[in-house]
């Protein structure tokens, strides 16, 4: 400090508040010390500075709420040292595009709260604030236990469950796009903040999810088992479908976040991002002619079909390892976002089982909050049934996504390409809409298939027949003919059936048109009634 | 060189296969076909490359995730 005469005390005093600000940043930018973070280095984790850089647009991040943490301070109340609050948060860009982010620093004491004035992030957190009344998504970087015993020590009494609520997560999935990576081990708070999110990402084997981790679990049921078995991506993602993409890295989990915002709108009240095409709307790709085999039990591959319609390249498939049966991919038609339903022919024929009703309901709010049409390719032969089925309640789970088809309001084309089938192939539709329903040549449809049907409807009469086997046989031939598409299109019970080939250009086109219905119905949308 | 492993989509059986180890195949190629709920599942090579492994054989039972063969891409 220069000792010079003519400089004023108060001037000496703002060098000094200025030096004990870059003191204090650089103990923030220190986190736990060198030996937490090598730790968290070993266990193959990146720090929550690291994360922040990896994800965001260079050099973007602005952090709020820098100095919190606990200062120690010398006799003469001199800062000495700080340790840093143990979440970091702030305002960042994503591919030029403002979002909230932050994040638990696992580095010092694990991430979990501290005794601040205003809790930093998590449930109720000043940054969910920040999203909230900016209006702009949020990323949560999760890598904490959450709360923690020595918290009943520090405050004199135990805290009722909600006092730092969930409240202001619950609002904003009604209003801005909310994306969680789970990078570390999460369970209590943080694990119930990665759920309540749009979309959700974990990596494999350095990340674990649940309600409450192994010590836990010994404890009250004696279960032993280790931490990746209970609630490793195989668990979380593949088997429960609590988390919905598995990431191969923390980079990879960072990239499909950026991708997931890419098609998303800052908030409800705005549209999705339309971006140049890259593709010619008018490309029909010869190869969609003979796609599906002519044998109406042979499967063909679905995701492949839809690749060569939409545009290169655009897919993103979510949940692509849960509820296989059906997939469910944000694309793009002409630069314009589209939320992709299909049914997956390879997966026990696309029946929907409950996973898959589950996984295609998510989406279906997804996109109908943000404003992003749907397109349906359908190939459902109904519900699934049997023992394993109805134990997992597939009817009731079913009818539910009957139900919030019902409610959807975003424009929506439904394309059959084969079968449409029973109460599954209604979830396929939204009668709100114009209820657009295109058709390939190959499609056919009904209550239930005439094969099989026959047996239930007209049991008296094959029965009663010298040979029921052929008499089966022969009311199914006389049948067969009326299930012909055409015979629909005659009646205009299907608007149109359509070349193959030309399901690009035309899916283009509706989507096109759909963007000037889109600016009407933004906003939140509200959806009352009990689900089913 | 990287191993990728085809997985089963479903629980049924394996009807045909139709490809040997040591095969080229490209991507999209049918290696095998399983039967499940009396549809014919196409199990297709998710990359190009070589066959090095086939694990199961005609009429065994398979379960859903499982490795059914392995290719070289």
């Known amino acids: 400090m220069s000792a010079s005469p003519i400089e004023s005390p108060a001037q000496s005093d703002t060098d000094d508040r200025l030096k004990e600000l870059q003191f204090r940043r650089s103990e923030a930018l220190k986190m736990g010390g060198a030996d937490a973070i090598e730790r968290q280095h070993q266990a193959g984790r990146l720090t929550v500075r690291e994360r922040l850089d990896a994800l965001v647009d260079a050099g973007s991040f602005k952090e709020i709420g820098s100095l919190a943490g606990t200062g120690k301070y010398d006799d003469h109340n001199r800062v000495v040292s700080v340790t840093p609050a143990p979440y970091v948060a702030g305002l960042a860009k994503i591919d030029g595009r403002s979002v909230a982010i932050g994040g638990e620093d696992f580095t010092v004491r694990g991430g979990t709260t501290f005794g601040s004035a205003r809790r930093k992030g998590g449930q109720g957190g000043f940054v969910e604030d920040l999203a909230y009344h900016y209006r702009i998504p949020l990323i949560n970087l999760i890598d904490g236990a959450g709360g923690s015993v020595t918290s009943i020590k520090r405050r004199g009494h135990s805290v009722f469950p909600g006092v730092h609520g969930f409240e202001r997560s619950v609002e904003l999935l009604g209003r801005v796009p909310v994306a969680s990576a789970v990078l570390g081990t999460a369970a209590g708070g943080p694990a119930g903040r990665a759920i309540l999110s749009h979309f959700s990402v974990m990596v494999r084997g350095t990340s674990q999810i649940f309600a409450a981790g192994p010590p836990v679990v010994k404890r009250s049921l004696g279960q032993v088992i280790d931490k990746d078995k209970l609630g490793g991506s195989s668990i979380a993602v593949d088997k429960s479908g609590a988390i919905h993409n598995v990431a191969a890295s923390e980079q990879d989990a960072f990239d499909q976040i950026r991708r997931f915002l890419s098609f998303m709108p800052a908030n409800v009240w705005e549209l999705p991002p339309v971006v140049a095409g890259n593709d010619p709307v008018d490309r029909c790709d010869e190869r969609l002619a003979r796609i599906v085999p002519e044998k109406r039990t042979q499967a063909y591959n679905m995701h492949r079909l839809v690749r060569m319609v939409v545009d290169e390249g655009s897919d993103f498939e979510i949940q692509p390892s849960f509820g296989k049966s059906v997939i469910t991919m944000l694309a793009r038609l002409n630069g314009r976002p589209v939320g992709v339903i299909a049914n997956n022919p390879m997966v026990y024929g696309g029946a929907m089982d409950a996973a898959a009703a589950r996984k295609q309901i998510h989406f279906m709010e997804l996109c109908d909050t943000f404003h992003i049409p749907l397109v349906f390719f359908v190939d459902v032969p109904g519900f699934m049934v049997g023992l394993k089925a109805e134990e997992e309640g597939t009817l009731r789970e079913g009818m539910r996504a009957v139900y919030v088809a019902g409610q959807l309001t975003v424009p929506t084309v439904t394309l059959v390409i084969r079968k449409c089938y029973g109460m599954a192939g209604m979830a396929t539709c939204n009668k709100n809409d114009i209820d657009l329903k295109l058709a390939w040549p190959t499609a056919e449809w009904g209550s239930l298939p005439v094969e099989g049907g026959v047996a239930a409807a007209y049991r008296r009469e094959i029965m009663a027949a010298a040979d029921p086997a052929a008499k089966e046989r022969e009311i199914e031939a006389e049948l067969k003919p009326y299930a012909s598409p055409f015979r629909t299109a005659e009646a205009f019970a299907v608007e149109e059936i359509i070349d193959p080939r030309e399901t690009r250009p035309i899916l283009c086109e509706f989507i096109e048109l759909a963007q000037h219905r889109l600016g009407h119905g933004v906003g939140m949308k509200t959806r009352s009634g009990v689900q089913p | ?73």
Do not use: F, H, Y
């Open chain 2, 1 to 73: 060189m990287a191993k990728v492993e085809i997985i089963s989509p479903v629980t049924g059986t394996v009807w045909k296969v139709e490809r040997a180890v040591g095969d080229k195949v490209q991507e999209g190629d049918v290696i095998m076909i399983l039967e499940s709920m009396k549809m014919e599942i196409p199990v297709e090579a998710e990359e190009a490359g070589v066959i090095t492994e086939i694990k199961v054989e005609p009429g065994v039972s398979v379960e859903e995730d499982q490795v059914l063969c392995v290719i070289e891409s």
